[in-house]
């Protein structure tokens, strides 16, 4: 995930603790989105993070592939709907991804 | 991302969209504020009102308030954390204190409009709590 010396040994800066997966922009919006609540409809992460459908689609793709993402598609009438939440894996990535950040912006 | 400042805007990024993501799952406060003032109409309708009539008028009261809300939350795209844990504990709260109310109403204090008035509240007050809570949690 991180960074390694010549040595072979990681680096103890905080940026050896990023996620690299979360460090586009649209990606950690997405998690973050998702940090917050049990889960949310694809139509309303879309809307929060200001993104298309596909360009949400092939976010969300990758980070299920990760395991940090799942996708439930149900109906509620006629109307299909897909549910994103994050996994447990997800939430712990996120929140390790989030104190690097916070020691990163410490100094 | 190696700069501090990088850093500092990501997080700041971070926090915004958590709290636009919190502050629309904050429909569950509304849910439960109708919830709790429906029972203002719906105990006293059982602890006063007894016969035939009674049971139309609470049932079709009590339908259209089920109804009402399970469509509301139908329509919601967010999902509040804990969200099964919560609703489960305050309706399980509630319903121990509706069954009392209606029990004592129609047997110990039957036709007191005091008590009717008191029960209403106390069966209320679970969900009043809950909103509460919810909408302090949301904003």
């Given amino acids: 995930m991180g960074e390694e010396s010549p040595a072979g040994q990681r680096g103890s800066h905080p940026r ?14 997405v998690v973050a989105a998702l940090a917050s609540v049990e889960k949310a409809e694809f139509g309303f992460v879309r809307d929060l993070v200001e993104v298309t459908d596909s360009v949400l689609s092939k976010q969300v793709s990758a980070l299920e592939e990760a395991g940090w993402v799942a996708v439930d598609k149900g109906r ?3 109307r299909p709907r897909t549910w994103l939440s994050l996994t447990a894996e997800g939430r712990a990535v996120y929140q390790r991804h989030l104190a690097a950040l916070r020691a990163i912006a410490a100094g | 991302m190696h700069g501090f400042t990088d850093a500092e805007v990501a997080l700041g990024r971070v926090a915004d969209v958590e709290k636009a993501a919190r502050a ?8 439960l504020w109708a919830f709790a003032a429906g029972q203002l109409v719906l105990v006293p309708i059982a602890v006063l009102w007894h016969g035939f009539a009674s049971a139309l008028a609470f049932g079709f009261v009590n339908t259209a308030l089920v109804t009402g809300l399970s469509l509301y939350a139908a329509r919601q795209r967010v999902v509040r954390r804990g969200f099964g844990v919560k609703h489960g504990v305050i309706v399980g709260i509630w319903a121990a204190v509706f069954v009392l109310a209606v029990t004592f109403g129609n047997t110990a204090f039957a036709n007191s409009p005091a008590f009717a008035a008191a029960a209403a509240l106390t069966c209320a007050l679970p969900l ?10 949301s904003s």
Avoid: D, Q
Avoid at chain 1, 16 to 22: D, G, I, M, N, V
Avoid at chain 2, 24 to 31: D, E, L, M, Q, V
């Fill in chain 2, 128 to 137: 009043a709590t809950g909103a509460w809570l919810e909408m302090r949690r």
């Fill in chain 1, 76 to 78: 509620v009438g006629r």
């Fill in chain 1, 16 to 29: 050896h603790a990023l996620a690299p997966l979360l460090n586009a922009p649209v990606r950690l919006s």
């Fill in chain 2, 24 to 31: 629309r799952s904050g429909w569950y406060a509304r849910y």
